[in-house]
């Protein structure tokens, strides 16, 4: 094979390669021998047509595309991989030509890597947000706690909003029951919004024993259409009225729901546990703030193959997630409204965000000459051989040390940035007048 011309234009090579005619005469011959069996030539059985019968009867190129496709990988590699040309994405073969004397010319066109002009990436200056913990807050959490420990004991008096009531109920359309309306032994939390408006405001002041019509109307913009803005009657009886009861937020609930002793010292602990979230809250905003800084203040072209790719990645990490909850991807973008190619445009912008910074990351380790030691390598697939359960040697033979060496290269090229970047504090609010 002999490389003609290689051109890099932008984000896009294009190479034109001449390959021999034996190589590509073993190639038809490959083709020929894996299509025969599907190729029909009067007088003969399907699979035992002479290649010349084949050519003759559709014609010469017949085998020819078939022919480039079994000899496109090796070509490739010695006219692009072996070259040292980074490439992303897919190649694609936009010219073929067969010469008189049976040789191949072919037209190679590849997305490349981005050329990176880092920008400033050390002493970038960001807002790292202001926090305070405010004595409502802690009480919250306290009161969650409290909650986390409530009983819901059965009680003998009228229903109230806070209530748990035990109903069977059928709703009624027209007087007939429709479909999804009915249930038994249904325990539903009065003031939970659970059903629609109207539902749970109207069983509030029932007791045990009593039956009651609810007359509604749903909602309409409700989901399902026969049901839209349509009248209709619940019938309901209440079999029991429970109440939640909160302990008292003293010593006895701190013993209860902590390893401390007293209401004081739980408090100050959970005081604690706030500044804690939201300080690493700040931290994570003040970083994210510094790193896009640094990915927008560099000059690149992204390959549009590296976007698809990150959304393909992106959108199979979230298929799977929904997946394991019983949904498919097709079914969760109906729910929003849409169609995949529409849930694949809306996190495009992020993909986008996302293969930038990581490209610019990249860049920055190169020029800092970030490398990852022989011992961090290791640890790294001694920690997914834990995630994963799996044996250490087993991992290397799966998770080339190409892909962790350069993930820890960009791990170390955002620690880097962080670490030399300037926290300022949020502008003032403005006086108002």
């Known amino acids: 094979m002999t490389i003609k011309s290689a051109n890099r234009e932008n984000n896009k090579l294009t190479v034109n390669v001449e390959v021999e005619k034996e190589v590509f005469e073993a190639g038809i011959v490959k083709a020929y021998q894996k299509n025969r069996k599907y190729i029909a030539v009067p007088g003969f059985r399907k699979g035992k047509a002479p290649r010349k019968m084949i050519e003759n009867l559709y014609g010469e190129q017949v085998f020819h595309t078939d022919a480039v496709e079994e000899i496109f990988p090796d070509v490739y590699k010695e006219a692009v991989t072996e070259q040292g040309w980074h490439t992303v994405g897919q190649p694609s073969v936009t010219d073929m030509n067969v010469r008189e004397d049976k040789s191949l010319e072919l037209t190679i066109e590849v997305a490349l890597y981005p050329e990176v002009e880092l920008g400033q990436y050390k002493g970038i200056e960001a807002v790292k947000p202001a926090y305070t913990v405010t004595d409502e807050e802690v009480e919250a959490e306290l009161d969650r706690k409290a909650n986390e420990v409530s009983r819901i004991v059965t009680v003998d008096r009228p229903a109230q909003k806070g209530d748990t009531v035990v109903i069977d109920y059928k709703g009624l359309k027209n007087g007939k029951a429709f479909e999804g309306g009915s249930a038994e032994g249904y325990e539903l939390r009065l003031g939970s919004n659970s059903f629609i408006p109207g539902f749970e405001e109207q069983l509030e002041g029932v007791s045990a024993g009593e039956e009651k019509d609810l007359n509604l109307s749903f909602p309409e913009n409700y989901h399902a259409k026969e049901l839209a803005g349509a009248p209709v009657v619940f019938q ?32 100050a602990d959970l005081r604690k546990q706030i500044e804690t979230r939201k300080d690493e809250d700040a931290t994570r905003s003040f970083e994210s703030a510094v790193l896009e800084k640094a990915a927008e203040g560099a000059k690149l072209e992204l390959p549009a193959a590296m976007i698809e790719e990150e959304v393909n990645t992106e959108l199979e990490n979230f298929d799977y997630q929904l997946r394991s909850q019983g949904m498919s991807l097709e079914q969760y973008s109906k729910m929003l409204g849409g169609d995949l190619s529409g849930f694949r445009s809306s996190i495009r912008p992020s993909a986008e965000k996302q293969v930038r910074l990581r490209v610019v990351l990249t860049a920055v380790a190169e020029a800092e000459g970030l490398e990852p030691s022989e011992e961090e390598l290791n640890e790294e697939y001694a920690k997914l051989a834990e995630q994963y359960k799996m044996d250490v040697d087993k991992i290397k033979t799966i998770v080339p040390a190409q892909e962790i060496t350069t993930d820890l290269k960009v791990r170390k090229a955002r620690e880097l940035i962080v670490s030399q970047a300037v926290p300022t504090a949020p502008a003032a609010p403005a006086a108002e007048e």
């Open 236 to 267: 309901v009886k209440v079999h029991e009225v429970k109440e939640t009861q909160v302990p008292a937020k003293d010593d006895e609930l701190a013993k209860d729901v902590s390893e401390f002793d007293t209401l004081e010292e739980l408090r």
